[in-house]
């Protein structure tokens, strides 16, 4: 993989920094949050244009869309935000055994435990842009691949999951579950869309 194709670190860092700026709302994706977001998009079962993801990076609401400065700002961030899609699009494509959740990283009794859940709640909402289509993996009997992906994820879990999630120490666990799932998931809708394409 070319250095060129990659999102530099000082491009991620600027992108960091308008997510967390006061010219987006409070509603708006984190960094962890976009990347599992952008993640579902990228090796989902159908392509979603920039003009149904975008919006939702801002928040829920159409009112929640930056008050960006002049319209080579509101291009400039669209084009980090469509970097950050294709560096997630290009890794699978070239070397998926080399992709990275972006975790969270946070002490716990003195141990570095892992973070996914704004990750895996981004994720969910990327999978939402096209729910009809990730019906085939959920209702296969790979469907598993997304139990810790909505454990920490999903806005509501049932009454009996919640203690698979009460400590750093399981969501930790899930995480490095998610972290094995994703490139299985890249490949079941890798061998769906080619069962399609025949």
């Not at 976009?34 to 928040?59: K, Q, S």
């Not at 842009?129 to 139990?147: D, E, K, M, V, Y």
Request: charged residues 30%.
């Amino acid at each position: 993989m070319s250095e060129e194709q990659l999102m530099t670190d000082k491009e991620f860092d600027e992108l960091d920094r308008f997510l967390m700026s006061e010219q987006c709302s409070d509603d708006a994706m984190t960094m962890d949050a976009l990347h599992g977001y952008l993640t579902a998009i990228a090796i989902g079962p159908t392509p979603v244009t920039t003009e149904e993801w975008l919006p939702r990076v801002w928040g829920p609401d159409p009112e929640d869309e930056p008050e960006f400065r002049n319209s080579a700002q509101a291009e400039r961030i669209r084009t980090l935000c469509e970097r950050m899609l294709e560096d997630i699009v290009v890794t699978f494509a070239v070397a998926p055994k080399d992709f990275e959740p972006l975790f969270c990283e946070h002490q716990w009794k003195g141990k570095p435990v892992l973070d996914a859940e704004a990750w895996a709640w981004g994720f969910t909402e990327g999978m939402q842009l096209g729910t009809a289509g990730w019906q085939a993996l959920q209702n296969s009997p790979q469907a598993g691949l997304l139990r810790a992906i909505t454990l920490l994820g999903a806005e509501e879990i049932e009454e009996a999951e919640l203690k698979l999630v009460d400590d750093p120490l399981k969501c930790h666990k899930l995480a490095i579950e998610i972290e094995a799932s994703i490139p299985q998931i890249h490949r079941f809708w890798a061998a769906h869309k080619k069962l399609k394409a025949h």
